[in-house]
């Protein structure tokens, strides 16, 4: 969701906001825009559509070292020109990103800027002419500043520029990701290292409730009450090439491959010297001292949930829920008596799930966040993170994070269970990992697949039963948010229960038969579907298959599936996206790191 960069240094800003505003896109965004102090004064760019655009139309002649920059993905008004972001005061002399949700934005006009023409229809407009309303009552641009937050009810990450202190940038931080910047030859502020890794590799973390004086030579970080905080920098530990596509066409395809890595990567880190798997003792306490897991989630993270759930109740012994964020936050069931609640979450900044995690704590109940980002808002809040490892996803569809939540929750599970299991998690895992390999080496067959299966089709059904079940409604997610095909996950013996109505000769029913309790089921509810016309591919597992069998994963534990029946439909999703013209690493509304609720 929106992104924001700002740079106050030595250099020219806007290319650099530039580069750092392309390596936000990830994020998804529908609008883009710049701001700039010059010596004559602001000057402001903004485009509806691709940061492409607005690089078109940024005057290549402009001198300036102190600018913001923006993506926006719109919330309050349509997006276009007048609603994208940087938005200013009604003089002119103040001009803002923001990042965020204003709830009270109506009450603020009524009750402050009744005569103030507004020139969009975002809640964002309300917090510039707020700060210029306090100015013009005679506050310093500062005190302006805090006045106006100290109003502002929701969530944001803001940059500001005064025209009358042309050196200064003003950044606040409530409930919204916002990282600053520092170095020798700049100081910069963004929503994400990644964007200003090409100045530094220090930045310091902002906690809610902060605001920072960012200028070219110095960075004072303060409470909104105005007391000073002294916080180091930490070292950003990512690598270029982690965020570059290198050879590859898209970042999904790139993420997809990465994945026997990454599975890889996360048996090493939650190994000790001598190669036993461990997670931190404070989290197996954690979890000793409970008596239930509530696995509190939403979209893909959601979907490895509903797997996690099974890893720790048959490794661990531990009773587990599974839940949408955005609903238990809500509508909260009976807990048990000694709860502890786990997040997934690979952004550690989804909004849905932050309000939960707020309300438990302000409960008292103890939390862990599973992630893919140190620091992130959902990791800082929780009492301890289980680490993913994945490395930066950039692509808006979850691949590697999900197979490496995967693999974290069973780990977790095992090492909960005290190893008691029949089988060695570590050598399985080893054995899903090249399981993955050969998989993601089955391009060329899965292209072809997608071509079968799903060219000029409304719309497409994933059957499974058990653990399949839940990898089909991760197949179905993947599908229909890259390439637009209205696509439905099922429990295998569901369908007939009324969604058969739907089935007409042709449609694409891809079943998932890897869990040999229940293939002989499944195989019946295929023959369901195919006897009313329905096309069917089975993808089944070694030593489980059967002839006609469209595609067969290389033998796992029956427990490990999901990391490998998710390859396929991972990997048809991407070539259908590819062959309907979809943007597969950007696919419309969608955006990455959905900080709203
Ligand atoms: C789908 C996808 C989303 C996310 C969801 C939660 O490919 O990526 O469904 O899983 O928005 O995001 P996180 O895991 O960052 O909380």
Redesign the pocket.
């Known amino acids: 969701m929106c992104g924001i960069v700002g740079y106050n240094g030595k250099n020219q800003a806007a290319e650099i906001l530039l580069a750092g505003l392309e390596k936000l896109e990830y994020r998804g965004y529908d609008s883009a825009g710049m701001a700039f102090q010059t010596e004559d004064g602001l000057v402001q760019y903004k485009e509806k559509g691709r940061v492409a655009d607005l690089r078109k139309a940024v005057d290549g002649s402009l001198e300036s070292s102190v600018g913001i920059g923006h993506t926006r993905w719109a919330t309050h008004g349509v997006p276009d020109r007048k609603n994208s972001h940087p938005h200013q005061s009604a003089t002119g002399r103040f001009t803002l990103v923001h990042n965020g949700v204003i709830e009270n934005y109506e009450k603020l006009k009524n009750s402050y800027l009744k005569d103030v023409p507004f020139a969009s229809d975002t809640d964002t407009e309300v917090i510039v002419q707020l700060v210029e309303h306090f100015a013009e009552e005679g506050l310093m641009t500062g005190e302006a500043f805090r006045k106006a937050l100290s109003l502002l009810h929701g969530s944001y990450a803001i940059a500001l520029l005064d025209e009358q202190a042309p050196e200064m940038i003003f950044v606040a931080k409530n409930r919204s990701p916002l990282l600053v910047g520092v170095s020798e030859d700049c100081n910069v502020v963004a929503s994400d290292a990644m964007a200003m890794l090409q100045v530094t590799d220090q930045f310091i973390e902002l906690h809610d409730g902060e605001v920072v004086l960012l200028g070219r030579g110095g960075v004072t970080i303060e409470t909104l009450e105005g007391e000073k905080i002294e916080r180091a920098p930490y070292t950003a530990e990512l690598d270029m090439s982690d965020i570059e596509k290198g050879t590859y066409p898209h970042y999904m395809l790139k993420e997809i491959d990465e994945q026997p890595g990454v599975i890889r990567k996360i048996m090493e880190a939650y190994s000790t010297e001598d190669g036993t798997l461990t997670i931190e003792p404070a989290i197996r306490q954690a979890f000793r001292r409970a008596d239930r897991l509530y696995i509190i989630?939403?979209?893909?993270?959601?979907h490895a949930g509903l797997v996690g759930k099974e890893y720790i109740e048959k490794l661990a012994g531990l009773p587990a829920e599974v839940h949408i964020s955005s609903e238990f936050g809500y509508n909260m069931p009976l807990l048990s008596e000694k709860p502890l609640f786990l997040f997934?979450?690979?952004?550690?900044?989804?909004a849905d799930?932050r309000q939960v995690l707020v309300k438990v704590k302000a409960l008292g109940y103890p939390a862990i966040t599973m992630t893919n980002v140190p620091g992130s808002t959902l990791s800082r809040e929780a009492d301890h993170t289980l680490l993913l490892h994945a490395g930066p996803e950039i692509a808006?569809?979850?691949t590697k994070?999900y197979t490496a939540q995967l693999a974290v929750l069973a780990i977790s599970a095992y090492c909960l269970g005290d190893g008691a299991c029949d089988f060695d998690l570590k050598q399985e895992l080893g054995i899903a990992a090249n399981a993955i390999e050969t998989l993601t080496d089955a391009k060329q067959e899965m292209e072809s697949l997608a071509a079968e299966l799903l060219d000029n089709k409304r719309n497409a059904f994933f059957l499974g039963r058990g653990l399949d079940y839940y990898v089909s409604l991760e197949g179905a997610?993947?599908l229909k948010?890259i390439s637009y095909i209205q696509a439905e996950g099922f429990a295998g013996g569901e369908l007939k229960h009324g969604t058969i109505a739907l089935i007409e000769e042709g449609t694409p029913v891809i079943a998932l038969a890897t869990q040999r309790n229940v293939s002989a089921n499944l195989r019946g509810n295929v023959k369901e579907v195919t006897a009313r016309g329905a096309n069917a591919c089975i993808i089944s597992m070694e030593g489980d298959s059967e002839p006609g069998d469209r595609l067969i994963l290389p033998h796992i534990h029956d427990l490990l599936t999901p990391l490998a029946a998710v390859i396929p439909l991972q990997l048809l999703s991407y070539y259908a996206s590819l062959q309907r013209g979809c943007d597969v690493d950007k696919p419309r509304n969608l955006a990455?790191?959905?900080t709203v609720e």
């Open positions: 989630a939403a979209g893909t993270s959601y997934i979450t690979q952004s550690g900044e989804t799930s808006v569809a979850s994070a997610l993947k948010e990455k790191s959905v």
